[in-house]
């Protein structure tokens, strides 16, 4: 044992490259492979990529550069880091905790669904519809929880960063290997024509922006905390602008991969791209189940979508766990027995939504309005208080001094109005909209 492992008071830090691949793990998920390419196949193709670009780079890779700061300045997971900022600020970490919580249980569900699809791609594709009547879904809502809580409740080296150090390699070999054969088929052209051929004129229609800030914070996983928390295992060598700028370009990149791989498959087998959601879990499986080494590709795909799920499940188990670490001094076991469970429960009615049961909510499946509710209406209100509090209440200059530490790319007391005043007013914007969008 080393000498630091038995010293109480030091917390936990990431090896090289560990933090980065962690960060990456978290950020690279369902929202790329799943989400972004229908979204984008929705909201006028390559037309989208501008409003996209815009909020990544006016609030997305700022509000990952606070988090990750916020995190290392402060030690502590998010409650914790406002319980220091100010003590009365502490409850302020509960909105985030809670939404990640809950996110973490029907981010869950769907990724049951790839985990069940792996193993269709080898036996057979069970209907969408008969596979979501069955009670199969819970089996791998279960399972998917169980496995992500093994690898967490391993110290944080031997666990998450270990299980990145396997997971990320195999996302991005599979994710070549898909791309490859997307590019040599015949529908190539058409498909990278429908899929970045930009369609201005959906420019003027506000929804757009609001998807894709939405798609933006969702992508980078900000406004959860979990950046937070993956930040405050960070070692003070570690340049953060740099770390961000390569974790927000990897999940950009990869976002667009996925998308060169949807297209070129979904037109050269005919069929038609805008089949929202399930484009994944209906017209795919379609296609592979007759095309050339289909059974292959299709496990390599839906391996992928697994892969990404549960290295974002990862982050949002951590945060969790963390805050019951740091606020209680629980034994990381018992936290993490704790959150699974709680996701576990809390996920169950977005789980029956999709097992046989017709559990709705405002109308919705049970699943599809708490995503709407925790995975995009409460994120631009959390990412505000967030930046709200330690863009004013924190001082800048030790603001200014955490974000530049051993990073030869210095911010200037600039960024620290760009926080107080510039993104807060972006994102009551976003917030505005989304819920005039939303409602009318
Ligand atoms: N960023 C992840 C994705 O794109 C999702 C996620 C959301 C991860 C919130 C952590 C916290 O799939
Ligand atoms: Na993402």
Not at 146 to 163: C, Q, S
Not at 317 to 327: F, K
Request: charged share 10%; glycine share 8%; aromatic share 14%.
């Amino acid at each position: 044992m080393s000498p630091e492992s038995t010293d109480s008071t030091k917390r936990a830090e990431w090896s090289r490259y560990g933090f980065v691949l962690a960060a990456i793990g978290s950020a690279v998920g369902l929202g790329n492979i799943w989400r972004f390419p229908y979204v984008v196949g929705e909201n006028g193709g390559g037309a989208f990529l501008i409003p996209y670009i815009i909020s990544f780079f006016c609030f997305g890779i700022p509000l990952m550069i606070l988090e990750f700061t916020v995190g290392r300045g402060f030690r502590g997971s998010v409650v914790t880091a406002f319980g220091r900022l100010h003590p009365r600020l502490r409850h302020l970490g509960l909105l985030p905790f809670v939404m990640t919580l809950v996110v973490f249980s029907y981010y869950s569900v769907i990724a049951g669904w790839t985990l069940a699809y792996i193993i269709f791609s080898v036996t057979g594709y069970m209907d969408f519809k008969t596979f979501t009547s069955s009670p199969l879904p819970l089996i791998t809502f279960f399972a998917t929880i169980l496995l992500a809580g093994t690898v967490v409740k391993v110290d944080l080296k031997d666990g998450i960063e270990r299980a990145n150090r396997y997971l990320m390699p195999m996302l991005a070999l599979a994710l070549l290997i898909m791309f490859v054969q997307a590019l040599a088929l015949p529908g190539v052209q058409a498909g990278l024509a429908y899929y970045l051929t930009p369609d201005l004129s959906v420019l003027s229609d506000p929804g757009i922006w609001v998807q894709a800030a939405g798609q933006v914070f969702f992508s980078l996983s900000i406004g959860f905390g979990v950046l937070l928390t993956y930040g405050s295992y960070l070692s003070d060598s570690a340049p953060i602008p740099r770390s961000a700028a390569v974790v927000a370009g990897a999940d950009f990149l990869v976002a667009l991969v996925a998308g060169v791989i949807i297209f070129p498959v979904v037109f050269s087998f005919g069929f038609d791209p805008v089949s929202g959601p399930q484009l994944a879990f209906i017209t795919l499986p379609r296609i592979f189940s007759t095309m050339a080494f289909g059974s292959f590709f299709g496990a390599l795909f839906f391996i992928l979508l697994f892969v990404g799920a549960l290295s974002s499940i990862l982050s949002m188990v951590e945060g969790g766990v963390a805050t019951m670490v740091d606020e209680w001094a629980w034994p990381r076991k018992k936290a993490t027995y704790l959150v699974c469970t709680l996701a576990a429960v809390i996920g169950l009615p977005s789980a029956l939504s999709y097992a046989g049961f017709n559990l709705t909510l405002f109308g919705a499946p049970f699943l599809d309005t708490v995503d709407l509710l925790f995975g995009i209406l409460l994120v631009p209100v959390s990412a505000s208080v967030i930046c709200l509090a330690f863009s004013w209440l924190w001082n800048p200059e030790s603001l200014l001094a955490e974000a530049n530490k051993n990073s030869r790319f210095k911010f200037s007391r600039a960024a620290v109005y760009y926080l107080r005043y510039v993104v807060p007013l972006l994102l009551l914007v976003t917030l505005a909209s989304t819920v005039a969008m939303t409602l009318l």
